[in-house]
């Protein structure tokens, strides 16, 4: 028997259990199994240059033009010689190549030629294309939050300021975020690290989350959603060649983000493997293997946890997140944590704990030397407000020198999106108790993630039901990552029609 993995969004993927309807396009979160074999590349490789002539001009005019790194001509249909391409495949960035986002890969893209050939009315044996390969909550239908987009309005169309329409607390809020713009408009550039008075108010936000533990607004900065963070800072901690190339540890099962950041900057990618009959645990003796491996052809120097897990998951425990803290800094390892999920948390007796809250409740000796940089983003959670693509990282024990040098590099895209920034505002500080909005924000956030916790749960039960597929209970996040079996007969059934 043959097992495979797939990742589902929702149980809008379900239909797929009624044969000959549905075609689902998956596209998993997976890496490689142990003991796999990447793809080779072709490394680009230019022969050195003569230099037995008297003259550098004669040395260079007696190579080709391949040799000498010119495009080549070649003969068109009418008979001209015209001038080949500088950039192709053979002479672009090789790390380039190297990237794969199964997310939006090629069965995403033959699911999108599917879509239009229904749309121009081609036969297919099934009437729709269900695709689960990205958690993006409003494409599924998930309705946004009324006062953040009331809010986001009035900063867009200040006009409608005066409109009697939008609640006062609504307009109070785009004043207040308007006010931190530069010219008073969204339209302008904000400070790289983002908007202050918006890092002030996720400060405020991480204070109350962990019950008090102080957050420094200058240890915040606002991101293009989390990933754009969690690039930054890797790209932070690559560095030296060979042996002593940095590695990065990353679980697998994982979110592709992380090995396609990886292979663009030529890092090591470490894996260390969630454990699937434990529901996707983590444990401390698959990393110190992991780890004591690398070590033999790299320089292990950060770990990545995502917690809740994408695309398994689960919720990690207290007791789990504290284990993991004592590895790092025994192993002294840059702490990166992934925590983009932190609302969706679903099965009895899970909860979302913070690594920096931990970090911090273990005392000083951990909390005063683990580095750690956390993210959040407005993508997941109660709000899937993928498109505007706002996020923060907190960035913990920081070297100072190293700290101005990530601002510096942040000011080189010059700012995160400013609608995004605003989103996030809203997300940090929603509309409080006595607020005309509170209310219905209230219900509007509960009806969301209650959705969201009966959704996984009847995915579990339904896909454990289909003989061959056998899925672990959803804790958290927004996914499901069942194994199914395939019939050893139809293995070879395939086989023999590939032929």
């Known amino acids: 028997m043959s097992a495979t993995r797939v990742?589902?969004?929702?149980?809008?993927?379900?239909?797929?259990?009624?044969?000959?309807?549905v075609a689902l396009f998956l596209q998993g979160g997976g890496g490689p199994h142990r003991g796999g074999v990447g793809p080779r590349f072709r490394s680009l490789t230019s022969p050195p240059l003569s230099c037995s002539s008297s003259s550098p001009g004669r040395a260079l005019s007696g190579l080709s033009t391949t040799r000498r790194g010119l495009p080549k001509e070649k003969m068109s249909e009418n008979g001209m010689m015209s001038r080949a391409k500088v950039l192709t495949i053979d002479t672009m960035n090789p790390t380039v190549k190297k990237v794969e986002y199964a997310v939006r890969g090629p069965i995403v893209q033959r699911a999108v030629e599917l879509e239009r050939e229904l749309s121009e009315g081609m036969k297919k044996p099934f009437a729709e294309v269900i695709k689960?390969?990205?958690?993006?909550?409003?494409?599924?239908?998930?309705?946004?939050?009324?006062?953040?987009?009331?809010v986001l309005a009035l900063c867009s169309y200040p006009e409608l300021l005066s409109d009697s329409t939008f609640p006062e607390d609504a307009k109070s809020r785009a004043c207040r975020i308007l006010n931190s713009c530069g010219g008073n408009s969204m339209g302008a550039y904000s400070a790289s690290q983002g908007i202050e008075s918006v890092r002030q108010d996720v400060a405020r936000y991480i204070e109350r989350r962990d019950g008090g533990v102080p957050c420094d607004p200058d240890n915040i900065y606002l991101t293009t959603g989390a990933s754009d963070g969690i690039v930054t800072m890797l790209k932070l901690l690559?560095?030296?060649?060979?042996?002593?190339?940095?590695?990065?540890?990353?679980?697998?099962?994982?979110?592709?983000?992380?090995?396609?950041?990886?292979?663009?900057?030529?890092?090591?990618?470490?894996?260390?493997?969630?454990?699937?009959?434990?529901?996707?645990?983590?444990?401390?003796?698959?990393?110190?293997?992991a780890l004591d491996e690398a070590r033999l052809y790299c320089n292990p120097r950060a770990l990545c946890i995502i917690n809740p897990g994408n695309p398994t998951g689960q919720v990690q425990s207290r007791e789990c997140i504290e284990d993991v803290i004592r590895f790092a800094a025994k192993e002294r390892l840059f702490l990166m944590a992934d925590e983009v999920y932190q609302d969706n948390v679903y099965a009895e007796g899970c909860q979302f704990h913070s690594f920096k809250k931990v970090l911090f409740e273990m005392?000083?000796?951990?909390?005063?030397?683990?580095?750690?940089?956390?993210?959040?983003?407005?993508?997941?959670?109660?709000?899937?407000?993928?498109?505007?693509?706002g996020g923060y990282m907190e960035i913990i024990n920081m070297d100072d020198d190293v700290k101005a040098q990530l601002t510096k590099l942040l000011s080189v895209r010059l700012c995160p999106p400013v609608p995004g920034q605003a989103l996030m505002d809203l997300v940090v500080n929603p509309p409080q108790p006595g607020e005309p909005s509170y209310e219905h924000f209230i219900k509007e956030r509960t009806a969301t993630l209650s959705a969201l916790a009966?959704?996984?749960?009847?995915?579990?039960?339904?896909?454990?039901?289909?003989?061959?597929i056998r899925c672990n209970p959803v804790q958290g996040a927004m996914y499901s990552f069942p194994c199914i079996t395939i019939p050893e007969r139809a293995i070879q059934e395939a086989k023999l029609t590939a032929q």
């Open 363 to 389: 005392g000083p000796e951990y909390s005063e030397t683990v580095e750690l940089a956390s993210f959040h983003s407005t993508s997941k959670c109660y709000m899937g407000e993928c498109g505007f693509r």
């Open 454 to 468: 009966e959704k996984a749960k009847l995915t579990e039960q339904v896909l454990s039901t289909v003989e061959g």
């Open 7 to 21: 990742q589902l969004l929702s149980p809008r993927t379900l239909p797929l259990l009624s044969p000959g309807r």
């Open 132 to 150: 689960a390969n990205i958690g993006d909550a409003h494409a599924m239908g998930q309705q946004p939050i009324t006062f953040f987009r009331q």
């Open 238 to 289: 690559v560095c030296g060649e060979g042996a002593m190339r940095a590695g990065v540890m990353i679980s697998i099962p994982q979110y592709p983000l992380y090995s396609a950041a990886l292979a663009e900057l030529s890092a090591v990618q470490i894996n260390y493997y969630l454990n699937e009959e434990k529901c996707w645990s983590l444990d401390i003796s698959e990393l110190q293997r």
